[in-house]
């Protein structure tokens, strides 16, 4: 991302906020969707998808135009990825009135990026279109300096899926603590 972390933070972020607004316009309630710093995996309910559709393409283009980044957009139906072994398990958590983190686990979600970053996806190609949700959206995106010399982030993917990889990660965040 050249150093442009705060640019692309704000586009993923973005992209949430405009999905979710496509999203519950059509289907209330909260969106399972999953912010990973340069990009994002959200769960679309099928009578979605096609507003949805839009809303990607108009985001690729509004990427480009807005801040010269090339959003890398796709999307895939569960199904179609179970149907090849791949498990797709998603999860709200609740952290506050109306306000939810999505989480994603299973091998599907692995599939989906690597299709998705080699092109392997039906192209959604950039539009112009409206997009919704991004009334007051900001990016307070800032260096944390560290106070003891060293910041680590652990991003654990477990190789298994299902209960026994939600079991290696609940064993991995317990010798952690």
């Given at each position: 991302n050249s150093g442009r972390h705060r640019d692309v933070n704000f586009v993923a972020a973005a992209s949430i906020a405009a999905l979710q607004a496509e999203i519950t316009a059509i289907s209330p309630g909260p969106v399972a969707c999953q912010f990973g710093g340069d990009g994002a995996l959200v769960a679309v309910p099928p009578e979605a998808a096609e507003a949805v559709r839009r809303c990607l393409a108009a985001l690729a283009h509004w990427a480009d135009k807005s801040f010269g980044l090339m959003l890398r957009v796709g999307m895939v139906r569960v199904s179609d990825l179970a149907a090849e072994g791949a498990q797709v398990?998603?999860?709200?958590?609740?952290?506050?009135?109306?306000?939810?983190?999505?989480?994603?686990?299973?091998?599907?979600t692995l599939l989906l990026e690597a299709r998705l970053k080699a092109g392997g996806l039906a192209p959604i190609d950039p539009c112009e279109g409206r997009i919704a949700g991004l009334d007051g959206l900001s990016c307070r995106w800032e260096p944390v300096a560290s106070a003891k010399g060293t910041i680590l982030c652990l991003i654990a993917d477990?190789?298994?899926g299902g209960a026994e990889g939600a079991g290696v990660i609940a064993r991995l965040r317990q010798d952690i603590e």
């Open positions: 398990l998603a999860a709200l958590y609740r952290v506050g009135h109306d306000t939810y983190y999505g989480q994603f686990l299973g091998g599907g477990p190789v298994a």
